[in-house]
Each structure stands twice: as C-alpha cells, then as structure tokens.
C-alpha cells in the first residue's frame, strides 16, 4: 500500500466536496495545517473527534551510548509532537486491518 502525500490529500477533498477547486482545497489544507503547527508550537493540545489528540510531550536529558563507537554519550531534553489516536479510529484501523489478506 502506497503512502499518501500532500496532493492525494487535496485531490481526496476535491473529491469529497462538489465544486472545490484545487486552489481552495490546498488554500483549506494549508490553513489546516498552519493551525495545528502554530497550536502544538504554542504548546496547546489539539482534540479532534472520532480522529484524536495532537499534543507535545517532553522527553529528559538521559544517558545512551554511541552506536559506532559504543562511548557513553548524553541525550538532550528535548520537546516533541504526539498524537494519541480515539477509540474510534483504532477501531476503524483494526477492522480494515482484520479484512485485508
């Protein structure tokens, strides 16, 4: 199964709604976008329903090692997206999985 991308997006909502152009539905995914980017940037979850939660989640400074070279190395902190996806999705996810051979 091929991975989907910015322009199958814009032409599934072309096909969803009748009469929008491919300017309005890139201009509408753009627009999606930059809020959810500004709002996670801004450290506000963002709760979509029947989809779910777009949030950040702080990782500690911890120690590792080097792959390569196998010298204990320190990871930073750092801050990252999440997304944690509703019920309903995994259930949608689960049943087109269970049905796929």
């Known amino acids: 199964m091929a991975d989907i991308n910015r322009q199958d997006i814009i032409r599934g909502m072309m096909a969803e709604v009748d009469g929008l152009s491919y300017s ?3 201009a ?3 627009a999606v976008l930059t809020c ?6 801004n450290h506000q979850s963002i709760m979509l329903s029947d989809f779910g939660k777009f ?7 911890r120690s590792g090692s080097h792959p390569r070279t196998h010298q204990p190395i320190t990871i ?3 801050t990252i997206p999440h997304f944690t996806p509703s019920p309903h999705l995994k259930k949608l996810v689960q049943k087109s999985t269970e049905q796929s051979p």
Do not use: F
């Not at 959810?36 to 940037?41: D, G, K, P």
């Not at 949030?55 to 400074?61: P, Q, V």
């Open 76 to 78: 930073p902190e750092v």
């Open 28 to 30: 509408s995914l753009e």
């Open 24 to 26: 309005m539905a890139s």
């Open 55 to 61: 949030g950040i989640r702080h990782r500690c400074a």
């Open 36 to 41: 959810l980017t500004q709002s996670l940037a």
